[in-house]
């Protein structure tokens, strides 16, 4: 039986939270998996540990961090990978506190589609239009995506994505920082792995093309990256105590 470490990432957003974990609940399938569930928040501001951690406990995870210090994504998924690394798992199932499953789905075969295509180094379940530049993409299989069980899926190079994704556990024991000098992120993890590996992503869809995951998080909060590292430039100002609309980064008015 495959040892899987689900992991969610948080930012105390706490209705989002539940939201996330009871579309888990209702439409992700662990049959056939041996899993373990490890729960970060990183925004102690405003947070109520106790509520936080009674959330987690209720659908599963047994392992809980809660950061006195917002560390920002990088170093938590730093921080993460130096908690497994010398653990037996097989797989990592990542994934945010702002998603949805949009239909029901066994996480086995995201599983075994990595372990069927070893050119494969992440499954990621397509999610909605976004950003405003993806505003006129289509939903649709294309001549070139693979059939896959009851699925399609295209290959991509570009980003590896904890939104909603499944990796398999070696990728958590490259030095990142040796390779590449920061800590890992979806855009270090990419160029590092396109670097050694002559291997792939795969974004898993619906039948037609569609979407198996909802992104709904509109507002986003707390630490992103740490100094000089990608995506620097882009994050530098904000403040890690106020809300920012995800979509286009700019800061939500009326706070206090």
């Known amino acids: 039986m495959k040892k899987v470490c689900q992991v969610m990432f948080s930012t105390n957003r706490v209705d989002y939270l539940n939201r996330t974990l009871s579309s888990i609940e209702s439409n992700l399938s662990y049959e056939g998996l041996d899993v373990h569930k490890v729960f970060i928040d990183d925004y102690p501001m405003g947070r109520d540990d106790t509520e936080i951690i009674d959330i987690a406990s209720r659908y ?53 589609l990595l372990d069927d295509n070893k050119n494969l180094y992440q499954v990621q379940l397509k999610r909605n239009n976004w950003y405003p530049h993806e505003s006129n993409k289509k939903y649709e299989v294309n001549e070139s995506d693979i059939k896959y069980r009851n699925f399609f899926y295209e290959k991509q190079t570009t980003y590896f994505w904890m939104l909603f994704s499944v990796y398999p556990k070696w990728i958590s024991n490259i030095d990142y920082k040796k390779e590449s000098g920061w800590c890992p992120s979806e855009s270090v993890i990419t160029w590092v792995l396109n670097k050694q590996q002559n291997m792939s992503g795969a974004i898993l869809k619906a039948q037609d093309g569609g979407i198996l995951v909802n992104h709904f998080g509109e507002t986003s909060k707390g630490k992103r990256v740490n100094e000089n590292e990608p995506g620097w430039e882009s994050f530098k100002g904000f403040k890690a105590d106020k809300l920012y ?12």
């Open 60 to 112: 599963g995870f047994t392992e809980i961090l809660l950061h006195y210090k917002n560390l920002g994504i990088t170093s938590t998924w730093d921080e993460f990978f130096s908690l497994i690394k010398d653990r037996d798992y097989d797989y990592i199932f990542h994934h945010e506190d702002d998603v949805e499953l949009t239909q029901k789905i066994k996480l086995l075969d995201m599983i075994e």
């Open 245 to 256: 609309y995800s979509r286009n980064g700019q800061e939500i008015e009326g706070q206090e």
